[in-house]
């Protein structure tokens, strides 16, 4: 591979909201590193952002089209396969990207190979504002992992971990991995590419900011619906994945697989619970949840049995709005504890 490494951020598209869009785009053509391409693969919008996107003239960026459209994690797989570069960056149509985010990833990179994937700290933002950071995911020290390491460090992370955007994967590597995005998982497909491409190599993560990701959902205007079903259902697969790997499962062992089964099991539950009191679903549709978590992920405890009580008649209805209010309690608590950089 030769040095510095040409990158290319890859930006799969499909009716956006044009500022988030503008947003994103721009971002990753006011980067501070030089052998770069931008490659934003349009998925046959019907919207207004085409035409905006036809105006811009900027020489590293390349447009592409699927000749029908894809379901999205497909599309996610037919732009990274248009990439040139050594590396892909992979960034939402929505997100933002650090203006020396490339700069700071490809700094990390030692002069051998055995560095497979290179992301930094990512900042979760009010989706309606990128100025308005809510917290920081990772903030942990910067350096080089063995596979055996960083996958131990991520199965153990809580809440979760996040690497896209503002994280990159070598060309050949996403290449091994690309099958994790033929359409089996639908939404944790990120996830599932870090995991797998632990397999190849070693991961190098600083711990300064990169990226910033909205999260905003069905209720907010974003495209695809209620997701909560789908999400659980992913993330018994990214187990599987790792469970199914003699590598991977090496790695970790029994005993860390277990916990983290049961961690995801718990996390998710409440997910459902998260979602009924926050007007995302109905509690017959979080009930139904809690069934595929037993079924995907792992088994019914204590806590699965105290959910369930909260979704039943009548407390349901007496404990949204507590639960509703505790809820923006500690999403304020979050913003103190792990908002400062």
Known sequence: MIYPPLVSIVIPLYNQQLVYFQEALLSALAQTYAPLEVIVSDNH?????????????????????????????EHFQFAADQAQGDWILYLCSDDYLYPDCVETLVAQLPANDRVVVAYGELASVDFRDLD????????????????AESLNELIRQRPFFAWIPGGMIRRDAYRYCRDVLDGHITYGFDVALLLKAHELGQIAYVNKPTGKFRIWTAKE????????????????????????????????????????????????????LIDYFTGGCTASEAKDAL??????????????????????????????????????VYLRLQKVVKRPF
């Open 132 to 147: 308005q950071i809510k917290f920081f995911y990772n903030r942990k020290p910067t350096g080089i992992r063995t596979a």
């Open 45 to 73: 919008s019907t919207n207004e952002v085409p035409a905006w996107l036809a105006t811009q003239t900027d020489p590293r960026l390349r447009v592409v089209k699927p000749e029908r459209f894809l379901p999205m994690v």
């Open 221 to 272: 205007g974003k495209l695809g619906g209620n997701r909560l079903i789908k999400n659980i259902i992913d993330a018994g697969q990214c187990i599987q994945l790792v469970t199914e790997s003699t590598l991977l499962a090496g790695y970790v062992g029994d005993d860390a697989i277990a916990e983290w089964r049961q961690y995801q099991a718990r996390r998710w539950e409440l997910a459902a």
């Open 291 to 328: 069934a595929i978590v037993t079924k995907q992920i792992g088994a019914p405890s204590a806590f699965t049995r105290f959910v369930t009580f909260l979704l039943s008649k009548p407390q349901a209805a007496l404990t949204r709005p507590l639960l509703n209010s505790m809820y923006g």
